[in-house]
């Protein structure tokens, strides 16, 4: 069985538990006051294992699946079986913590904020296999079809006006900062990603 499989089960049992048990779901959300001052840094990684509601982690977790089944057996390729795997584990997981911190931060003394969901972790993932598939099309808004590599500066530019200007109670900056730093983290393990990235994104321009 697969990491992704694993961690979409994962999410989906704890996720339902917290659907009955809003006490449970209270102790594992994204709460920078309490972070802050009661030092519940726990709260950086667990919020990522709940959801709002079943819309909310199906659309998470159908992203998770599908792109990350890819990224996921692409680490397996080049690191090996189990340490690929544990890389790939790694990644998503410190994915989670690095798009929290920059509203952990920015919210630190705001006790009416809050967030869960794992849309930061998926965002790195999708931008993931944007570096390993620049010219792969997505569709976006499941509809509009659009290369990986276009999409993806779509999505920068976007969720970076949307964090600053929207009142739509949706994480704008985890969306970016995971973008950003699965992108990154991605790079950093193995370096020679980036000149796979840019040798397709120059050669095998597909119109």
Avoid at 13 to 26: E, H
Avoid at 83 to 111: C, E, W
Avoid at 135 to 152: D, K, M, Y
Avoid at 159 to 176: E, T, V, Y
Wanted: proline letters at 4%; charged letters at 10%; a neutral charge.
């Amino acid at each position: 069985m697969s990491i992704t499989l694993i961690l979409v089960i994962v999410t989906g049992l704890i996720s339902y538990q917290a659907f009955n048990d809003p006490g449970l779901k209270a102790k594992l959300l994204h709460r920078p006051v309490a972070e802050h001052r009661n030092k519940e840094y726990y709260r950086l990684l667990t919020h990522g294992f709940v959801h709002a509601d079943f819309m909310h982690l199906g659309i998470n977790m159908y992203v998770l699946y599908i792109f990350g089944e890819f990224v996921e057996t692409k680490f397996v390729y080049t690191f090996g079986a189990l340490q690929g795997r544990m890389v790939y584990l790694l990644m998503y997981l410190v994915t989670i913590v690095a798009a929290s911190l920059p509203t952990h931060f920015k919210h630190k003394d705001n006790a009416y904020y809050s967030a869960l969901g794992a849309s930061g972790a998926t965002s790195g993932i999708i931008f993931a296999f944007a570096l390993f598939n620049p010219w792969s099309i997505l569709l976006l808004f499941f509809i509009i079809p659009c290369p990986a590599i276009v999409a993806a500066v779509l999505y920068l530019v976007y969720s970076s006006w949307a964090s600053k200007n929207a009142r739509d109670n949706i994480g704008h900056d985890a969306h970016f900062w995971g973008a950003v730093f699965g992108f990154v983290f991605t790079i950093a393990i193995h370096p020679s990603f980036f000149s796979e990235f840019v040798h397709r994104l120059t050669n095998e321009f597909p119109f």
